[in-house]
Protein backbone atom coordinates (compact mmCIF):
# COMPACT_ATOMS: atom_id res chain seq x y z
CA UNK A 1 0.00 0.00 0.00
CA UNK A 2 3.03 2.43 0.54
CA UNK A 3 4.78 1.74 -2.47
CA UNK A 4 1.50 2.13 -4.09
CA UNK A 5 0.97 5.70 -2.65
CA UNK A 6 4.88 6.23 -3.73
CA UNK A 7 4.39 5.87 -6.92
CA UNK A 8 0.88 7.25 -7.11
CA UNK A 9 2.78 10.34 -5.62
CA UNK A 10 5.81 10.37 -8.11
CA UNK A 11 3.23 9.90 -11.31
CA UNK A 12 1.13 12.93 -10.29
CA UNK A 13 4.78 15.21 -9.78
CA UNK A 14 5.74 14.20 -12.95
CA UNK A 15 2.51 14.76 -14.56
CA UNK A 16 2.33 18.49 -13.20
CA UNK A 17 5.85 19.07 -14.12
CA UNK A 18 5.34 18.11 -17.42
CA UNK A 19 2.36 19.42 -17.40
CA UNK A 20 3.24 23.03 -16.72
CA UNK A 21 6.08 22.73 -18.80
CA UNK A 22 4.40 21.77 -22.39
CA UNK A 23 1.93 24.97 -20.96
CA UNK A 24 4.34 26.90 -20.99
CA UNK A 25 4.25 27.69 -17.47
CA UNK A 26 8.14 28.11 -16.47
CA UNK A 27 8.63 31.38 -15.02
CA UNK A 28 12.02 32.20 -16.93
CA UNK A 29 10.37 32.94 -20.46
CA UNK A 30 7.71 35.17 -18.61
CA UNK A 31 10.78 37.22 -16.57
CA UNK A 32 12.45 37.67 -20.33
CA UNK A 33 9.49 38.72 -22.13
CA UNK A 34 8.50 41.57 -19.31
CA UNK A 35 12.44 42.23 -19.05
CA UNK A 36 12.00 42.65 -23.15
CA UNK A 37 9.45 44.85 -22.85
CA UNK A 38 10.61 46.92 -20.48
CA UNK A 39 13.71 47.77 -22.29
CA UNK A 40 11.71 48.37 -25.37
CA UNK A 41 9.40 51.15 -23.41
CA UNK A 42 12.61 52.62 -22.05
CA UNK A 43 14.11 52.65 -25.68
CA UNK A 44 11.74 53.58 -27.32
CA UNK A 45 11.71 56.63 -24.88
CA UNK A 46 15.26 57.15 -25.24
CA UNK A 47 14.74 57.97 -28.92
CA UNK A 48 11.71 59.65 -28.80
CA UNK A 49 13.53 62.22 -26.58
CA UNK A 50 16.56 62.53 -29.24
CA UNK A 51 13.98 62.72 -31.86
CA UNK A 52 12.27 65.99 -30.27
CA UNK A 53 15.97 67.35 -29.70
CA UNK A 54 16.75 67.55 -33.02
CA UNK A 55 12.87 68.29 -34.62
CA UNK A 56 13.85 71.33 -31.95
CA UNK A 57 17.03 72.52 -33.01
CA UNK A 58 16.01 72.61 -36.37
CA UNK A 59 13.24 74.65 -35.41
CA UNK A 60 15.44 77.17 -33.42
CA UNK A 61 18.03 77.21 -36.58
CA UNK A 62 15.36 78.42 -38.91
CA UNK A 63 14.16 80.66 -36.39
CA UNK A 64 17.03 82.43 -36.29
CA UNK A 65 18.10 82.41 -39.98
CA UNK A 66 14.79 84.58 -40.13
CA UNK A 67 14.87 86.69 -37.19
CA UNK A 68 17.83 88.66 -38.90
CA UNK A 69 17.46 90.62 -41.71
CA UNK A 70 21.07 90.31 -42.87
CA UNK A 71 20.60 86.03 -42.60
CA UNK A 72 17.69 86.87 -44.50
CA UNK A 73 19.39 88.66 -47.37
CA UNK A 74 22.19 85.88 -47.03
CA UNK A 75 19.30 83.05 -48.20
CA UNK A 76 19.42 84.83 -51.78
CA UNK A 77 22.97 83.37 -52.49
CA UNK A 78 22.10 79.77 -53.16
CA UNK A 79 25.66 77.91 -51.64
CA UNK A 80 26.08 80.83 -48.84
CA UNK A 81 26.85 78.99 -45.20
CA UNK A 82 23.51 80.44 -44.21
CA UNK A 83 21.79 78.73 -47.61
CA UNK A 84 23.62 75.42 -46.31
CA UNK A 85 22.47 76.12 -42.82
CA UNK A 86 18.86 76.22 -43.74
CA UNK A 87 18.55 73.39 -46.07
CA UNK A 88 20.17 71.45 -43.36
CA UNK A 89 17.25 72.95 -41.01
CA UNK A 90 14.59 71.93 -43.76
CA UNK A 91 16.09 68.07 -43.98
CA UNK A 92 15.75 67.42 -40.68
CA UNK A 93 12.35 68.59 -40.42
CA UNK A 94 11.26 66.62 -43.93
CA UNK A 95 12.73 63.64 -42.39
CA UNK A 96 10.33 64.01 -39.06
CA UNK A 97 8.37 60.64 -39.71
CA UNK A 98 11.46 58.37 -41.10
CA UNK A 99 13.55 59.18 -38.04
CA UNK A 100 10.26 58.48 -35.93
CA UNK A 101 9.38 55.10 -37.68
CA UNK A 102 13.40 54.38 -37.03
CA UNK A 103 12.70 54.31 -33.38
CA UNK A 104 11.09 50.61 -34.31
CA UNK A 105 7.74 49.08 -32.99
CA UNK A 106 5.84 51.48 -30.89
CA UNK A 107 5.01 49.77 -27.02
CA UNK A 108 1.60 49.58 -26.28
CA UNK A 109 2.31 51.82 -23.36
CA UNK A 110 3.49 54.10 -25.27
CA UNK A 111 0.71 54.37 -28.67
CA UNK A 112 -0.64 57.83 -27.29
CA UNK A 113 2.65 59.44 -27.78
CA UNK A 114 2.94 57.73 -30.82
CA UNK A 115 0.16 59.33 -32.05
CA UNK A 116 1.32 62.72 -31.07
CA UNK A 117 4.22 62.40 -32.27
CA UNK A 118 2.73 61.50 -35.93
CA UNK A 119 0.55 64.61 -35.88
CA UNK A 120 3.93 66.56 -35.07
CA UNK A 121 5.84 65.09 -37.96
CA UNK A 122 2.79 65.72 -40.42
CA UNK A 123 2.86 69.72 -39.32
CA UNK A 124 6.73 69.77 -39.22
CA UNK A 125 7.19 68.06 -42.45
CA UNK A 126 4.47 70.64 -43.88
CA UNK A 127 6.07 73.62 -42.49
CA UNK A 128 9.29 72.48 -43.88
CA UNK A 129 7.75 72.45 -47.34
CA UNK A 130 6.28 75.68 -46.96
CA UNK A 131 9.92 77.34 -45.50
CA UNK A 132 11.36 75.97 -48.89
CA UNK A 133 8.73 78.04 -50.91
CA UNK A 134 9.37 81.05 -48.51
CA UNK A 135 12.74 81.10 -49.62
CA UNK A 136 11.79 80.71 -53.50
CA UNK A 137 10.21 83.69 -53.10
CA UNK A 138 12.50 85.86 -51.71
CA UNK A 139 13.56 87.66 -54.44
CA UNK A 140 9.96 87.99 -55.90
CA UNK A 141 8.29 88.94 -53.45
CA UNK A 142 9.09 91.71 -51.05
CA UNK A 143 7.40 90.66 -47.26
CA UNK A 144 8.10 91.26 -43.81
CA UNK A 145 8.04 88.08 -43.07
CA UNK A 146 8.25 85.45 -45.49
CA UNK A 147 7.43 82.37 -43.48
CA UNK A 148 3.86 83.90 -42.50
CA UNK A 149 2.08 80.51 -43.93
CA UNK A 150 4.70 78.11 -42.36
CA UNK A 151 4.34 79.84 -39.00
CA UNK A 152 1.50 78.14 -38.30
CA UNK A 153 2.14 74.30 -39.20
CA UNK A 154 5.63 74.80 -37.48
CA UNK A 155 4.28 76.66 -34.39
CA UNK A 156 1.15 73.66 -33.63
CA UNK A 157 4.54 70.89 -34.98
CA UNK A 158 6.48 71.99 -32.13
CA UNK A 159 3.66 72.11 -29.76
CA UNK A 160 2.79 68.87 -30.49
CA UNK A 161 6.60 67.68 -30.04
CA UNK A 162 5.83 68.38 -26.45
CA UNK A 163 2.87 66.96 -25.91
CA UNK A 164 4.32 63.49 -27.56
CA UNK A 165 7.44 63.41 -24.93
CA UNK A 166 4.97 64.37 -21.98
CA UNK A 167 2.16 61.77 -23.13
CA UNK A 168 5.51 59.46 -23.05
CA UNK A 169 6.88 60.52 -19.47
CA UNK A 170 3.19 60.66 -17.92
CA UNK A 171 3.01 56.84 -18.50
CA UNK A 172 4.73 54.84 -15.48
CA UNK A 173 7.41 52.14 -17.47
CA UNK A 174 5.67 48.82 -17.06
Known amino acids: MRARRGAVFIVVILALSLGGAACGGTTAKTTTSAAAVKAAEAEWRVGLGRWRASMLRALDGISLIFSRADSVARLEARHSKTSVRLERYEFTLAS ?10 VPQPLQLSSHYAGQACENLERGARLVVQAVSQLARVASVDPLNRASVPLGTGQSELTTAVRAAL ?3 PT
Request: contains cysteine; aromatic residues 0%.
Open 96 to 105: CAVVLRQLGP
Open 170 to 172: DIQ
